[in-house]
């Protein structure tokens, strides 16, 4: 396999939960812990903006309500994303893949972007993402890796910009889950750490895929995995574990 070239340590969400998910704030916080690496879930709005949120409704982590792929860039962009976190973060904005996009390239950062379709909308989201990666990502820096538990979306990613890394997310094992990776043409799983142990990994390495585990927070899980030949963590513990992959902290 060709060398790995994203960090081993990546903020899940942003900051997991120092700072509301999927923010803007979120990502400045997962860097002030010396994060490098970010993880985010975006999905289409009604008018065909990219933003980050994690669920198809708004009520959990915002002001609104609804399924929030039905509705217009342009109320979305007025919604209160942080108060339901803390009064600290009362009136930050949902982040459009812009913003997030513009903060990650000015910085060096790398990035892991979640397709998360509204229900119905998987071949039009990973269609969208993956053009959008393709005109603004500059050829000579690390590109997103495009991660998704949705075929369909995976292989409109494929179809519309090939070149762009993708990985398939795993919540079970299920059977003929290496055919699907490949048939994708992904570069990586991306499974829940419970699911995997030296003979996956090893398993997956064999058919040139690498793997990333989600969401790993404890100390023994994160070096179970090391030990084990894992290629990335993904971690809300952004304060408890140092990005750098030699030092997890107990």
Excluded at 48 to 74: I, K, N
Excluded at 116 to 130: H, L, S
Aim: charged share 20%; with cysteine; proline share 7%.
């Amino acid at each position: 396999m060709q060398p790995w070239p994203y960090p081993f340590w990546v903020a899940h969400r942003g900051a997991g939960k120092l700072a509301p998910e999927n923010t803007l704030a979120a990502f400045r916080v997962g860097a002030a812990h010396g994060y490098r690496a970010f993880e985010c879930d975006v999905k289409l709005s009604a008018d065909g903006a990219l933003f980050l949120l994690h669920d198809a409704g708004l009520q959990r982590t915002t002001s609104g309500s609804g399924t929030a792929g039905q509705q217009p860039w342009s109320d979305l962009s007025r919604l209160d994303a942080g108060g339901w976190h803390s009064r600290a973060y009362a009136g930050e904005p949902l982040a459009s893949l812009d913003a997030i996009a513009a903060y990650v390239l000015r910085n060096g950062y790398a990035l892991n972007i979640e397709i998360k379709p509204t229900p119905g909308e998987e071949a039009r989201t990973g269609d969208a993402v993956a053009r959008y990666v393709a005109q603004c990502w500059p050829a000579d820096t690390l590109p997103p890796l495009l991660s998704s538990f949705q075929p369909a979306a995976l292989a409109a990613a494929q179809t519309a910009a090939p070149q762009c890394p993708r990985a398939l997310l795993l919540d079970t094992l299920q059977e003929g889950w290496l055919t699907l990776a490949r048939s994708l043409e992904c570069v990586a799983i991306v499974a829940a750490y419970p699911l995997l142990d030296r003979a996956v990994i090893q398993q997956a390495h064999d058919a040139g895929l690498r793997v990333l585990a989600y969401t790993v927070n404890d100390p023994a899980e994160a070096h179970r995995l090391r030990d084990a030949g894992i290629d990335g963590l993904i971690t809300d513990e952004v304060a408890r574990f140092s990005p750098d992959p030699a030092a997890i902290r107990d």
